[in-house]
Nanobody, 122 residues
Framework: QVQLVESGGGLVQAGGSLNLSCAAS????????MGWFRQAPGKEREFVAA????????YYADSVRGRFTISRDNAKNTVYLEMTSLKLEDPAVYYC???????????????WGQGTQVTVSS
């Protein structure tokens, strides 16, 4: 079992930045691929970014590539999502997720956090 707790969400102006964190507890964090997803009201949960359990290879949705950066610190059992140049289409609840296997862009992850709200104002 892995418990995930996101933090760092909030309100930011368009063009601004936010840094999300996801702290993991339970089983060995380094054994899991980690992903960030988001879900806006009335929309399906969508892939944002992911990082492999080995070699820290990263993957991004086209909509965030070049603006968001995912990283992980296995010593701190934490995965991060640095978000810059935030746009009016970025607001959503952001979730981190863990998967005991390869990175996927689908929502087929084993464990999920409860999410953190990101709001972008004009």
């Amino acid at each position: 079992q892995v418990q995930l707790v996101e933090s760092g969400g909030g309100l930011v102006q368009a063009g601004g930045s936010l840094n999300l964190s996801c702290a993991a507890s339970g089983r060995t964090f380094s054994g899991y691929a980690m992903g960030w997803f988001r879900q806006a009201p009335g929309k399906e949960r969508e892939f944002v970014a992911a990082i492999t359990r080995r070699y820290d290879i990263t993957y991004y949705a086209d909509s965030v590539r070049g603006r968001f950066t995912i990283s992980r610190d296995n010593a701190k059992n934490t995965v991060y999502l640095e978000m810059t140049s935030l746009k009016l289409e970025d607001p959503a609840v952001y979730y981190c997720a863990a998967r005991g296997g390869i990175v996927l862009r689908s929502t087929a992850y084993d464990y999920w956090g409860q999410g953190t709200q990101v709001t972008v104002s004009s």
